[in-house]
Nanobody, 131 residues
Framework: AVHMEESGGGSGRLGGSLRLSCTISRHTYTHYCLGWFRQAPGKEREGVAIIENDGDISVADSVKGRFIISQDRMKNMLYLQMNSLKSEDTATYYC?????????????????????????WGQGTQVTVSS
């Protein structure tokens, strides 16, 4: 089974930046979507950004222009660069994956379907934004 583990969470300042990393255990899948989700207290988990194996990206409107998702396929790493932090970005952030043996995974479809589309998850890392 593939394992995922987030790192890089912590406290961030309003208007500041944080970078989350997700270490993905070694795998041989060539078709997949990788994503970042977040869950604030009392709210449902929501998709933040999704990246396809070929690099196409879909980003939630709430973070568009501020957050950047990227991957390093050689290192099996997923990243989320979070800029211009807002208080509403405070949440537990999760990385997740949808792997498939064949056929494309479309980031826009994955973002729309949300967490039910993903079946491999990290444990989460807390991000707290304050002034």
């Amino acid at each position: 089974a593939v394992h995922m583990e987030e790192s890089g969470g912590g406290s961030g300042r309003l208007g500041g930046s944080l970078r989350l990393s997700c270490t993905i255990s070694r795998h041989t899948y060539t078709h997949y979507c990788l994503g970042w989700f977040r869950q604030a207290p009392g709210k449902e988990r929501e998709g933040v950004a999704i990246i396809e194996n070929d690099g196409d990206i879909s980003v939630a409107d709430s973070v568009k222009g501020r957050f950047i998702i990227s991957q390093d396929r050689m290192k099996n790493m997923l990243y989320l660069q979070m800029n211009s932090l807002k208080s509403e970005d405070t949440a537990t952030y999760y990385c997740a994956a949808h792997f498939r043996e064949e056929g494309p995974c479309y980031s826009d479809d994955a973002l729309e379907k949300g967490e039910r589309f993903f079946y491999t998850w990290g444990q989460g890392t807390q991000v707290t934004v304050s002034s």
